[in-house]
């Protein structure tokens, strides 16, 4: 018997059931590796270990979602990733410093810029996220005063009404009226 499976084995004896299972639960990216409870106890040693596994996309959500954008930075210099999906959940959570960073070219978006910003827009609205909001449907791509035929104009009047029935939907007020003051000024 190797030395460290013995090591192992006496931390698990050490650790209580609640801890075991609050150790799975952690360790699911891991796929077979053990650890031994008394480390899988240490939630932040854990969650570093599994910021190490982690893949260019996940890395980038977990960046994204946490708003750290000096690591978001890194990333988005080192590897080509479709972010659309998390410029919205940015948006969602009200990070205006990772959605100012997303929306920097160069996009790496599967999908067309106007498509992307309206849905990030909407979400931010029906969240309540007024700032966020502004910010977005402001951007050129959306911003009707800029736009050139009358199918983007039709796309951004569209996105606006979502916004706002998202935003009353979900007891927006601040969105709500933002919506309306912004109708009456176009």
């Given at each position: 018997?190797?030395?460290?499976?013995?090591?192992?084995?006496?931390?698990?004896?050490?650790?209580?059931p609640v801890l075991m299972k609050?150790?799975?639960?952690?360790?699911?990216?891991?796929?077979?590796?053990?650890?031994?409870?008394?480390?899988?106890?240490?939630?932040?040693?854990?969650?570093?270990?599994?910021?190490?596994?982690?893949?260019?996309?996940?890395?980038?959500?977990?960046?994204?979602?946490?708003?750290?954008?000096?690591?978001?930075?890194?990333?988005?210099?080192?590897?080509?990733?479709?972010?659309?999906?998390?410029?919205?959940?940015?948006?969602?959570?009200?990070?205006?410093?990772?959605?100012?960073?997303?929306?920097?070219?160069?996009?790496?978006?599967?999908?067309?810029?106007?498509?992307?910003?309206?849905?990030?827009?909407?979400?931010?609205?029906?969240?309540?996220?007024?700032?966020?909001?502004?910010?977005?449907?402001?951007?050129?791509?959306?911003?009707?005063?800029?736009?050139?035929?009358?199918?983007?104009?039709?796309?951004?009047?569209?996105?606006?009404?979502?916004?706002?029935?998202?935003?009353?939907?979900?007891?927006?007020?601040?969105?709500?009226?933002?919506m309306v003051q912004r109708a009456?000024?176009?």
């Amino acid at each position: 018997m190797s030395r460290t499976s013995k090591r192992a084995r006496d931390g698990a004896r050490d650790a209580s059931p609640v801890l075991m299972k609050q150790a799975k639960r952690q360790v699911k990216r891991f796929k077979g590796a053990t650890f031994p409870a008394k480390v899988t106890a240490l939630s932040p040693v854990m969650k570093l270990i599994n910021r190490f596994l982690m893949g260019p996309n996940s890395a980038i959500m977990d960046a994204a979602l946490t708003s750290h954008v000096s690591w978001l930075n890194q990333l988005l210099g080192r590897f080509k990733c479709d972010v659309s999906r998390w410029l919205v959940a940015a948006a969602v959570k009200g990070h205006r410093n990772v959605v100012n960073r997303l929306l920097v070219p160069p996009r790496n978006w599967k999908e067309p810029p106007n498509t992307v910003i309206a849905r990030a827009a909407v979400v931010a609205g029906g969240a309540g996220h007024l700032e966020m909001t502004a910010l977005l449907l402001n951007q050129n791509e959306l911003n009707v005063t800029s736009l050139r035929n009358d199918i983007e104009r039709n796309y951004a009047h569209t996105t606006a009404r979502t916004v706002l029935s998202t935003a009353a939907a979900n007891g927006h007020q601040n969105v709500v009226q933002y919506m309306v003051q912004r109708a009456h000024d176009e």
